[in-house]
Structure formats: structure tokens, C-alpha cells
């Protein structure tokens, strides 16, 4: 677990290394685009917001670094020498959902009032508490951040067909996430995945942040998928 979690961190640490010397990696970027910050809520307190905003070289900096410490002290918590061993404590949860609040916080400075950070908040803290209580068995409880690309099927042009199965698909180059395996005889079993990593949801709702587009996107970037879906799948 040791080996394991030296590797991660090195990844991590080469990652952000990458980011920082040419942040938003794809092919090229047009001479003089943009970069974009898109959200996307469904459910979370009752709102359906999204919204894409331009964003500062050096707020995607804090961003990057602020998911690159989440995914560290993320890392730390699977050591065999954290306080709950490999497994992760509900102490550990609780300073994993601090990072995420963190991260809202940023997202408020940049969004502006629009954005309901305490809202989120207590969306992010309800999915923690489901991951750690009685799941239930129809609908999966789903965090995930990391560096990577993401791909909403049909979001361009809110066709019927996307609205209703409402796919979210991620790739990670880095990145942790959490779910629970639905078994209609028993309570899900909640299982996580750290490091290169392939996430897929439907009937997703909840809160996703993403570097650049929300369709087919190419961009390299800092993603966070917080919410409950089904049919949920993490593939290491």
C-alpha cells in the first residue's frame, strides 16, 4: 500500500507539474479563446443552473491547487498508517469535505452571488453522509474529482433524449472517486478508486464542475461530479 501510494503521489505531483506548464493540454488552443469554467446543477436544492464563465489564468491556478491538495490528503488517507488504515475514517471524510468546500468557495469569488455556495454545501455534506450511512438501493451517491476530460452526451441541444437518461461520462488522468455497488438484497457497499480512472453515471443529478465545454470536450482540466446517478460505474 506504501509503493502504491508513492506512485499516486508522484502521478499527482507530475500532473499538476503538466497543468502548470501548459494548463488547459489538448491540441491547441485558438489564439486568443478563452477559457471557460462551465457548472451545471440538476436537483441540488431544488435549482437546475448552469452556467459557463470565463476564468483567469490565475484563478485556474488556485483551482488546480486546491484540487491537487484535496487529492493529496485524499492519497494520505488510504495509507496503512491513517487512523483507519486503507479504509477511510469519518474524521478523514469530514477534512476531504472541507477541501470541497474550499473549492465552493472559490467557484463563489469567480460565479459571483449566483452561485448558492451554501446550498452546495449542504448538497456535498448530504452525499458524504450517504456514503457513509444506509444506502439506498435505487439511486447511487457519486463523488469524483480529478484532472481529466469530460463528456455530457447531448447537452449542446438539451435534446429530450438527453434530458431524460442524462449520461455524464469522465475520464481521469488523476483523480479519486466513491460510490456504492446497488444490491437489491442488502444495502450498497460503498467502493472508491484513486489514480487513472474511467466514470460513468445516468440519471445523474447533482453538481458538476468542469474545465472548458460540458459536450464532447477534449480540454485537460480540473472536474468535480458530485450528486446521485445509476447504473454507476468506476473502471481503474
Known amino acids: 500500500m506504501n509503493v502504491k ?3 499516486i503521489s508522484v502521478a499527482v505531483t507530475m500532473m499538476f507539474l ?18 471557460r469554467l462551465s457548472i451545471c446543477m440538476r436537483g441540488v436544492a431544488g435549482m437546475d443552473y448552469s452556467i459557463q464563465i470565463e476564468i483567469t489564468q490565475e484563478k485556474l491556478d488556485e483551482l488546480n491547487t486546491i484540487l491537487n491538495d484535496c487529492l493529496e490528503k485524499i492519497n494520505a488517507t488510504i495509507d496503512e498508517s491513517s487512523p483507519d488504515g ?3 475514517s469519518v474524521f ?10 474550499t473549492m465552493v468557495d472559490l467557484i463563489k ?13 449542504t448538497f456535498i455534506s448530504s452525499i458524504i453522509e450517504s456514503l ?37 461520462f469522465m475520464r ?26 474511467r466514470v460513468s453515471t445516468f440519471l445523474f443529478n447533482g453538481l458538476l464542475i468542469n474545465f472548458g465545454d460540458l459536450a464532447i470536450n477534449r480540454l485537460i482540466g480540473p472536474q468535480l461530479l458530485i450528486g446521485y446517478g445509476v447504473f454507476t460505474g468506476l473502471i481503474g
Not at 19 to 35: D, E, N
Not at 92 to 101: A, G, I, M, Q, R
Not at 172 to 197: D, E, K, M
Open 92 to 101: 478523514e471524510w469530514n477534512e476531504v469535505k472541507n477541501s470541497f468546500y
Open 5 to 7: 501510494r508513492t506512485i
Open 132 to 168: 457513509l450511512g444506509p444506502l439506498s438501493i435505487f439511486r447511487q451517491p457519486l463523488i469524483s474529482i480529478g484532472i481529466g476530460i469530460t463528456w455530457v452526451p447531448f447537452y449542446e441541444y438539451e435534446t429530450y433524449l438527453g434530458k431524460l437518461i442524462r449520461p455524464v
Open 172 to 197: 481521469h488522468f488523476i483523480g479519486f472517486s466513491a460510490t456504492c455497488r446497488l444490491n437489491p438484497f442488502n444495502h450498497g457497499l460503498v467502493y472508491w478508486n484513486i489514480g487513472t480512472q
Open 18 to 35: 503538466v497543468l502548470a506548464l501548459s494548463p488547459g493540454i489538448s491540441a491547441q488552443k485558438p489564439a486568443g479563446k478563452q477559457q
Open 86 to 88: 486503507a479504509n477511510i
Open 109 to 121: 469569488t469567480i460565479v459571483g452571488e449566483t452561485f448558492q455556495d451554501e446550498s452546495v454545501k
